[in-house]
């Protein structure tokens, strides 16, 4: 039985559990080490259980628990050069370990799919989790579907799926005009519509379960996420995240 859960999503950190009975990955170390303690108990999840964290870009809400984290765990991490590279020095972990984009890396029976992706920063990735049988897929921080997105999606059981902002709420809020742009752009983040579109258009895929995730304090609300998705509500089991603490533990 697989489990996942995000246990941490939003701008102020993210943090996303995979895992079955023997063993567990994290993608993306954006919490403090004891967040992470507290939200794994919080969900009854076991911290042993996780044996590499995978992180996507070199963004502090991605990155900033890395060097503690698995410093004070039998955690190893694993970035690209470029990422490592751009990551603030007092976050990087000395337990990492390197691979390239479109790289399969296998931890345990669990095998990990990277694939690029597009988002302001230096070499972003994002990852399609193997284990079980089932595919579990960890895509936010998206400027626009690519096709490499679209591809991973596709072959997915479950999905953390970006749902940033409402576009009204962007366009009528108070961030500047260029942060606006920044957020709506084709390196920034994806709307509820944007989410939405993208899963309409895969056709015949297993997808079955989606957590709205990344989903802006200022510019959306989970609420509002969740109503955007309400027409598949009957065919798709759909879940929010919050950035103050775990999520619904999910067995697929």
Request: glycine fraction near 6%; include cysteine; proline fraction near 2%.
């Amino acid at each position: 039985m697989v489990k996942i859960c995000a246990l941490a999503s939003g701008s102020n950190g993210n943090c996303y559990y995979i895992g079955n009975e023997e063993e567990a990955v994290l993608v993306d170390i954006g919490l403090t080490n004891r967040q992470l303690t507290q939200r794994l108990s919080d969900a009854k999840l076991s911290l042993k259980k996780i044996k590499a964290v995978f992180i996507t870009h070199e963004h502090t809400d991605h990155v900033k628990g890395m060097r503690i984290v698995c410093a004070k765990n039998t955690i190893k991490g694993y970035a690209n050069q470029k990422t490592y590279d751009k990551t603030r020095p007092d976050y990087r972990s000395s337990k990492i370990n390197i691979f390239n984009a479109g790289d399969t890396i296998t931890v345990g029976n669990i095998k990990v799919h990277s694939f690029t992706k597009q988002h302001d920063a230096i070499d972003p990735v994002s990852f399609r989790i193997e284990i079980d049988r089932m595919n579990i897929t960890v895509l936010t921080d998206l400027g626009v579907p690519c096709e490499n997105v679209r591809t991973h999606l596709a072959l997915s059981d479950a999905a953390f799926l970006e749902s940033n902002y409402d576009l009204d709420i962007l366009l009528a809020g108070n961030y500047p005009p260029f942060l606006k742009h920044r957020v709506s752009g084709n390196k920034g983040h994806l709307s509820n519509e944007q989410a939405l579109r993208l899963v309409k258009e895969l056709n015949g895929s297993p997808l079955k379960t989606i957590f709205l995730s990344h989903i802006s304090e200022d510019n959306n609300r989970v609420g509002l996420a969740l109503d955007s998705f309400k027409e598949l509500k009957e065919s798709h089991a759909i879940y929010g995240t919050s950035r103050y603490g775990s999520s619904k533990v999910v067995e697929l």
